[in-house]
């Protein structure tokens, strides 16, 4: 397989940090998480450039990984470098517009983090830009990558514990768009279907701020309880509960997801309605969620069709119609949220006191 050349635009936590930060700290399975060292996992990308606003940042990371051409300009990256891999770590605010001159100057692969954008118009504008232009489409929500949620749907697609009937994604209590774009897709990832048929949630606007109206909300609200309904029959909550385990109730038993990956459980349940002590599910997690989307969008590009398309640009719009429909919803005190009935000119910012998502 070709060398592909590979930059990185946004040098920060998820970009390019080194993930020894979180040695002893993250389950197997997420590391390495950055962009760039999952890039070097890879033999077929030769990593090129980096490109970031804050210079000091630039010198320090270029010099800790020995990458001669770094940039503060996206456009002069992408001019004289010629990647054909791009991930896009930066701030939501912006990234359309290098989504749009990335796809339009021979960037194949484009690996871009969460959320893509923060209206529902935009993200479609972005993904139609991409799509016209053949490129191949990844977005950090991880989980879907990780060994053991992907093992969690193969035994839902199964058929062994029956139909899904509800989906909780138990995540803390977190910020809408900091976090929460996992939690949706987590959803999403598992019900294999983006027709909703409503939202309905509780938030807290935090920094005692007071939106005037809902059509731009410059805050990442704290989500109290959000509950989804599917037109399949699927319902799905998030709830502020610790743990990041997410449990999927089916007709014959409860499949859950503890700590973020670490192990997978199966409760079946009896006639009584009551579960057992439950099943242990060993799952081979020594590849990195981040590496294992990588080589598979390369693979996806080579024009490998045996390799299933990890996320699709119907799921990443569905996501953030969840999000931007969740904070209308309780703006209006709580009421179920049609998907139709979010204005996609809504807009949410993330912010959290001086940062942005």
């Known amino acids: 397989m070709e060398r592909l050349k590979a930059a990185v635009i946004g040098m920060g936590r998820m970009g390019a940090e080194p993930s020894i930060r ?9 590391l390495p998480i950055s962009h760039v060292e999952s890039i070097l996992k890879i033999p077929h990308l030769d990593l090129v450039g980096f490109c970031d606003s804050d210079t000091d940042r630039l010198a320090r ?15 002069k990256l992408i001019d004289d470098l010629k990647p054909e891999f791009l991930s ?15 796809s339009e100057n021979g960037v194949r692969i484009l690996y871009f983090e969460k959320p893509l ?6 993200a479609k504008l972005t993904l139609a830009i991409a799509t016209e232009n053949n490129v191949v489409v990844g977005y950090g929500v991880n989980r879907r990558y990780h060994a053991t949620y992907r093992k969690a749907r193969e035994i839902l697609r199964s058929g062994e514990l029956g139909k899904i009937e509800h989906i909780c994604v138990e995540h803390n209590s977190t910020n809408l768009l900091w976090a929460h774009p996992h939690s949706v897709d987590i959803i999403l990832f598992f019900t294999e279907s983006c027709e909703l048929e409503y939202v309905q949630g509780n938030c807290t606007f935090i920094d005692d701020y007071i939106p005037d109206n809902y059509m731009v909300i410059d805050n990442d609200p704290l989500i109290n309880h959000a509950f989804f309904k599917f037109k399949n029959g699927i319902t799905a909550s998030i709830s502020p509960t610790r743990g ?16 973020d990956g670490t192990w997978l459980e199966i409760n079946d349940i009896h006639g009584t309605g009551y579960i057992n002590k439950g099943r242990i599910i060993e799952v081979d ?34 996501g953030l119609i969840m999000l931007n429909g969740l904070t209308l919803s309780s703006f209006k005190g709580g009421i179920k949220v049609k998907p139709e009935d979010i204005p996609e000119e ?12």
């Open 346 to 357: 809504m807009v949410v910012t993330g912010k959290m006191g001086n940062w942005y998502a």
């Open 285 to 318: 997690t020594t590849l990195s969620a981040t590496v294992n989307a990588f080589s598979e969008l390369l693979e996806i590009a080579k024009g490998n069709s045996k390799i299933e398309m990890p996320v699709t640009n119907n799921e990443i719009i569905t």
């Open 244 to 259: 990041l385990n997410t449990r999927i109730t089916c007709e014959k038993g409860i499949l859950t997801v503890y700590s």
């Open 117 to 122: 954008c923060n209206s529902i118009a935009e």
């Open 22 to 30: 979180l040695e002893g700290k993250a389950p197997s399975g997420w």
């Open 61 to 75: 990371l270029s010099k800790h990984y020995n990458v001669m051409h770094t940039y503060t300009d996206y456009i």
């Open 88 to 102: 896009i770590a930066t701030r939501t605010k912006g990234r359309t517009d290098i989504i749009k001159y990335a």
